[in-house]
């Protein structure tokens, strides 16, 4: 006699090869929707609403500077330019995690472009660089030489600059 299997064979069948959803996917999924709207994460978005909202205009990923990567050409987007001339701002936001490739980009980029004031906002500034790192965000980018934000937070004073 052939046994057929029940619905609960089939269910645990089912379980079993169903793919988990990690929150990698649940990440990819909120950044594909972000990208619709515009933008390639909510901190950048939050920065746009606070800049709207400070009457500054901006521009979201419109000027490319190109940089040396040792042993190839590349291009730098920073996410937002504000002000003009004498009073430009490159404002790049970071979350986490701020890989070490991105803080070589940043190095390299305002190493090869003195004259451009990069500026970087960080969601959280107290975020470790690694799950073991003993160095935050905030003091690479102290230790860096780069003028840096907290809380997804344009200051007033970098506001006025530009205005």
């Known amino acids: 006699m052939v ?13 079993e090869t169903k793919p988990k959803r990690t929150r990698i ?8 929707l972000l990208l619709k709207e515009g933008f ?9 609403e606070q800049l709207t909202k400070a009457g500054i205009e901006w521009k979201y990923e419109k000027e490319k500077l190109d940089y040396l990567v040792p042993e190839r050409k590349a291009k730098y987007l920073p996410d937002f330019v504000v002000g003009e001339g004498d009073h430009r701002l490159y ?11 991105d803080r070589q980009k940043m190095i390299l980029v305002r190493d090869q472009h003195p004259e451009k004031d990069i500026r970087i906002v ?4 107290n975020q470790k660089l690694y799950t073991k790192s003993k160095t935050t965000v905030g003091e690479w980018a102290s230790e860096h030489g ?5 809380k997804g937070i344009v200051p007033t004073s970098w506001i006025e600059e530009v205005r």
């Open 3 to 15: 046994r057929r299997p029940s619905i609960s064979d089939w269910s645990k069948s089912f379980k």
């Open 25 to 32: 996917d649940a990440f990819k999924e909120s950044s594909e």
């Open 40 to 48: 390639r994460s909510k901190l950048e978005q939050k920065g746009a």
């Open 91 to 101: 404002l790049e936001f970071k979350g986490w995690p701020f890989e070490a490739e």
């Open 122 to 125: 960080f969601h959280n500034a």
């Open 146 to 150: 780069f003028v840096w934000s907290d």
